[in-house]
């Protein structure tokens, strides 16, 4: 049996494609820092990538689907942003995903018919201030869209993107309290359809994995409640 492999899966978006995908009587293997999940590793140590694979091979034959929602953002102005930061930012959004979707391509560690979904944002979009960091690691996500379905879909497997605005995870949370009511009223009101909760956007991931979406590869979903009609 494959598996679906959900990184960042023991909160926000990730808890919610597992648990969606769950419900719907799929093979799950959860991957997080910590936390209820199937394999607890820190996705930025050195053995990170092996430690995943591994334990994921004593568990499953490989991976069905991926779905990259381990990440962070680090707030800062420009001048304050620390190289680490960059760099974490960086090896985490961008970097790991490289890796592991070299991994999944080998044969033998993927079913005939495979999708995998990164997450990006409209911060890579818009002018976010203090997000330059932040935004500079999910634009590298999409550069890595359309070069690796070149490769990956003679192998079987299909690789997409969701652009999301502003979800209701812990993260984006945060950061909203420290806003004043007038900021977050002006967030508020550029979203037509109201933030998005974590279940809105596994909801688009999970039709991206799906069959649903056997005819779509390389391209990246706009996930905002309409905030870019504004």
């Known amino acids: 049996m494959f598996a679906t492999v959900v990184t960042g899966a023991a909160s926000g978006i990730g808890a919610a494609v597992a648990t969606l995908l769950r419900a719907r009587g799929e093979a799950v293997f959860t991957v997080d820092l910590k936390g209820t999940v199937d394999c607890a590793c820190d996705l930025l140590s050195a053995d990170g990538l092996k430690t995943l694979t591994e334990s994921l091979k004593q568990k499953y034959e490989g991976a069905k689907g991926f779905v990259h929602c381990a990440g962070f953002d680090q707030m800062a102005p420009l001048g304050m942003i620390k190289e680490d930061s960059v760099r974490r930012l960086m090896e985490i959004h961008a970097g790991f995903p490289i890796q592991f979707l070299g991994w999944m391509a080998k044969k033998g560690n993927h079913t005939e018919s495979a999708s995998a979904v990164l997450i990006s944002s409209l911060s890579a979009h818009e002018g976010a201030k203090g997000h330059v960091a932040y935004a500079a690691a999910k634009g590298a996500v999409e550069g890595i869209l359309a070069p690796a379905a070149a490769e990956l879909a003679p192998k079987g497997i299909r690789l997409n993107a969701v652009v999301l605005?502003?979800?209701?995870?812990?993260?984006?949370?945060?950061?909203?309290?420290?806003?004043?009511?007038?900021?977050?009223?002006?967030?508020?009101?550029?979203?037509?359809?109201?933030?998005g909760k974590p279940e809105d956007a596994a909801k688009a991931i999970a039709f991206l994995l799906s069959a649903d979406a056997r005819w779509i590869t390389g391209q990246t979903l706009v996930c905002d409640g309409g905030h870019l009609l504004g």
Do not use: S
């Open 165 to 195: 605005g502003i979800v209701q995870t812990e993260m984006a949370l945060g950061w909203m309290a420290k806003l004043t009511p007038e900021q977050m009223k002006a967030i508020t009101d550029g979203y037509p359809l109201g933030l």
